[in-house]
């Protein structure tokens, strides 16, 4: 009620410009956080009210890719966590200096009128090495990381990178540059088949060594270890079979992606709440592949077809963000937030509760939980 009534003051105040109005209801919420972390736990959400069950004892800094919510702002600031902008831009329309300049103004405004800290740059465009939009981007992540820290004191700029360097999804980008310019890149370390070169198979979302190897390619580019967030997925793929082979081998319709005959696009991305729904009742129940250190399951859906679902849960979570401390990287996160079960039931909030401190580094409880297997069918 309280945020409502001071909501409705603020709209009565917009005919006085520029008088900005806190809508939290203690002014002092509306100020940026400020200061750095040890551990930065970056969290991207998508709308809705899911965030109210966030682990706020984790929580660093939230990127709303959904609708602007006031009340987040408000709580976020009061954990001492920071609330950034999404970013995204067409690369043609930024290679002119005046309008990057216009539209990092535009950018730092919103921020500035909605209290936040910041913003995280989500653009995974395709960009050829040395032309005008290669150009363009790395002024762009520099543009914007000047204007906003200067604009909001203690601000927090962030790039999202895929998860190697390597011109994945042909995004060659100066990655060094990108990140000297920047506070924090956050490898996307998910959608690793994106491009299938090999055999049209269905695999991990995000194979252990695949991601740590992508990492040191980042190090070995002289990029700061501090300024890597390693991104897990808490969503997995689930993927129709066309030929189920005895040993467990999945063959998956072609389906091209940026110069790769085959792609994760065959599968369809479902939520880690649904799959701890389905587990249990699927044909296989969770199996362990021990080449990808990933978790999956077989299922058959009405029509009689067979799924396998590929997906991280904290026991492989915890394998890769391990690594995060061994290296000192600056944090982690995951896309997204909002895709866990919070409701009251026991048994996925305790699931839940795992798949947050499997950020951080789980108890062996929940370790011996998730690797609650049966006997497992190898490939
Ligand atoms: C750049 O800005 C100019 C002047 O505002 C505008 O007319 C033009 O359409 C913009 N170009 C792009 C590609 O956005
Ligand atoms: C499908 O799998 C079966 C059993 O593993 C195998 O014998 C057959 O050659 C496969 N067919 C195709 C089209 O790959
Ligand atoms: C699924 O089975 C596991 C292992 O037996 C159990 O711990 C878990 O609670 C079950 N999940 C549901 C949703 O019943």
């Known amino acids: 009620m309280r945020l409502l009534a001071l ?27 400020e200061g750095a972390r040890d551990l930065e736990v970056f969290v991207f959400d998508v709308g809705g009210k899911e965030w109210r069950s966030y682990d706020w004892t984790k ?22 966590a920071r609330v950034v902008l999404k970013g995204d831009v067409s690369l043609s329309d930024i290679v002119d200096p005046a309008n990057r ?23 995974e465009q395709a960009v050829d090495t040395s032309s005008t939009e290669y150009y363009a981007l790395t002024a762009l992540v520099k543009e914007t990381t000047e204007a906003f820290h200067s604009e909001i004191p203690g601000s927090q700029v962030s790039f999202d990178v895929a998860w190697s360097p390597k011109c994945i999804d042909k995004r060659c980008y100066d990655y060094p540059a990108i990140a000297e310019s920047c506070d924090f890149l956050f490898v996307m370390s998910y959608d690793e088949q994106s491009q299938i070169w090999g055999d049209c198979i269905a695999m991990a979302n995000a194979p252990f060594s695949q991601t740590i190897t992508a990492y040191q390619q980042y190090i070995q580019m002289k990029v700061d270890p501090k300024k890597l967030l390693m991104g897990v997925p808490w969503y997995g793929y689930d993927y129709p079979c066309l030929n189920f082979s005895k040993d467990g ?11 790769a005959p085959c792609s994760d696009a065959a599968g369809k991305q479902i939520p880690y709440s649904t799959m701890m729904e389905q587990i249990n009742s699927s044909q296989s129940g969770r ?69 947050w401190n499997a950020l951080i ?5 929940d370790i011996t939980m998730a690797a609650n297997c049966k006997p497992v069918l190898q490939h």
């Not at 909501?7 to 002092?28: D, F, G, M």
């Not at 939230?62 to 709580?75: H, N």
């Not at 026991?315 to 061994?326: A, C, H, N, Q």
């Not at 409701?343 to 509760?353: F, K, V």
């Open 249 to 259: 081998v999945c063959t998956i319709p072609m389906v091209p992606f940026r110069g």
């Open 7 to 33: 909501t409705l003051l603020c709209s009565l105040s917009l005919r006085a410009p520029r008088a900005l109005c806190c809508p939290c209801h203690q002014p002092e919420l509306c100020r940026s956080v």
């Open 361 to 365: 580094g789980p108890s062996d409880k």
């Open 59 to 80: 929580v660093t800094t939230v990127a709303v890719f959904g609708l602007y919510d006031a009340e987040l702002m408000c709580f976020a600031h009061s954990r001492g």
């Open 101 to 123: 300049t216009a539209w990092i103004k535009e950018k730092v405004n919103l921020a500035k009128k909605q209290f936040m800290d910041g913003i995280n740059l989500d653009i």
């Open 287 to 355: 199996m362990w592949d021990e080449k990808q250190l990933a978790p999956y399951y077989v299922y058959k859906d009405n029509g009689g077809q067979i799924h396998q679902v590929w997906y991280d849960d904290p026991e492989s979570i915890y394998l890769k963000t391990s690594y995060v401390r061994t290296k000192g990287l600056g944090g982690v996160g995951m896309w997204n937030g909002n895709l866990l079960d919070y409701s009251n039931n026991p048994i996925a909030q305790q699931q839940t509760r795992a798949m």
